[in-house]
Nanobody, 113 residues
Framework: QLQLVESGGGLVQAGGSLRLSCAASGRTFSSLSMDWYRQAPGTEREFVARINSGNYTYYSNSVKGRCTISRDNAKNTAYLQMNSLKPGGTALYCC???????WGQGTQVTVSS
C-alpha cells in the first residue's frame, strides 16, 4: 500500500523560495508518475506539476517558470522547488501518485506579502 509523506512547507515572504519533499513507500517508486497539487482555503484542489517515470515534467501555467519538480528514485522522494513565491501561492500542498487514489496529509505553505 502506497504511503506518502510531504514536508518542507512553512512561512515565507513573497519572493522567497521553498523546497517541498514527498517521501513515498509501499510501491515501486521509480515506476510512478508523481504529481503535486495545492488547495487554498475556499478553493478547489489545483494541479501544480507532474514528473513521470522518464523524468518528463509538466507544469500548470500558474507556476511554470517558477517551480521545478524533480525526483530521486534512490530516496523514493519527489521534490517541488518553488521560487519567486507569491501570496497567491498560500495553500496546502499535497503529492499524489498518478492513478493511485491516495493522498498524503500535505504540507502547508504560507506566503506573506
Amino acid at each position: 500500500q502506497l504511503q506518502l509523506v510531504e514536508s518542507g512547507g512553512g512561512l515565507v515572504q513573497a519572493g522567497g523560495s521553498l523546497r517541498l519533499s514527498c517521501a513515498a513507500s509501499g510501491r515501486t517508486f521509480s515506476s510512478l508518475s508523481m504529481d503535486w497539487y495545492r488547495q487554498a482555503p475556499g478553493t478547489e484542489r489545483e494541479f501544480v506539476a507532474r514528473i513521470n517515470s522518464g523524468n518528463y515534467t509538466y507544469y500548470s501555467n500558474s507556476v511554470k517558470g517558477r517551480c521545478t519538480i524533480s525526483r530521486d528514485n534512490a530516496k523514493n522522494t519527489a521534490y517541488l522547488q518553488m521560487n519567486s513565491l507569491k501570496p497567491g501561492g498560500t495553500a496546502l500542498y499535497c503529492c499524489k501518485a498518478a492513478g493511485v487514489d491516495f493522498w498524503g496529509q500535505g504540507t502547508q505553505v504560507t506566503v506573506s506579502s
